[in-house]
């Protein structure tokens, strides 16, 4: 697996789906539930800077509390992490996924290649996976799930 080709691919379904999204839609609910796709975006954003934290644990080292509140808080980590953007604009919601998403490129660039395929590399996900798997699942599955919401609500404001 190119973990670089797959992050690379997630991040464009989601730039993608939001291309040309007024911002005047960026803020009704029930894109995800309640959230709306300022929200999903701002989730996304948290799970992205989460990565950044695992990515940096396994260069540098170094404290992880984002990647801590994540393990620790499960589902009350999006009751934390999204209102830590509703004063923000869509833009600015978007620009700090990309800015986290860009930090995740050039952080997995310095990783050697067998590390992300590695078992046990992240042993809070368990010690039989490794950093690839939490890649495909909880980073591209992800964001091809959020994508495909955002893409219904479109077709739904669209009508």
Request: aromatic share 10%.
């Given at each position: 697996m190119n973990t670089l080709d797959v992050l690379k691919y997630g991040h464009q379904t989601v730039l993608q789906t939001l291309?040309?999204?007024?911002?005047?839609?960026?803020?009704?609910?029930?894109?995800?539930?309640?959230?709306?796709?300022?929200?999903?975006?701002?989730?996304?954003?948290?799970?992205?800077?989460?990565l950044v934290e695992i990515l940096t644990s396994l260069s540098s080292g170094g404290p992880t509390p984002l990647l801590d509140q994540f393990n620790d808080r499960g589902r009350d980590f999006n009751a934390i992490q999204i209102p830590l953007r509703q004063g923000k604009t869509p833009a600015e919601v978007l620009a700090g996924?990309?800015?986290?998403?860009?930090?995740?490129?050039?952080?997995?660039?310095?990783?050697?290649?067998?590390?992300?395929?590695?078992?046990?590399?992240?042993?809070?996900?368990?010690?039989?996976?490794?950093?690839?798997?939490f890649i495909v699942y909880a980073?591209?599955?992800?964001?091809?799930?959020?994508?495909?919401?955002?893409?219904?609500?479109?077709?739904?404001?669209?009508?």
């Open positions: 291309d040309g999204l007024p911002e005047s839609e960026w803020g009704t609910g029930g894109v995800c539930g309640v959230w709306s796709v300022k929200d999903v975006v701002a989730h996304l954003a948290s799970y992205e800077e989460v996924y990309s800015h986290a998403h860009d930090r995740v490129m050039e952080l997995t660039s310095k990783i050697p290649a067998d590390t992300p395929r590695r078992p046990g590399t992240i042993p809070w996900y368990g010690m039989e996976y490794a950093l690839d798997d980073n591209y599955g992800h964001k091809r799930e959020h994508a495909s919401q955002i893409a219904v609500y479109r077709d739904h404001i669209q009508k």
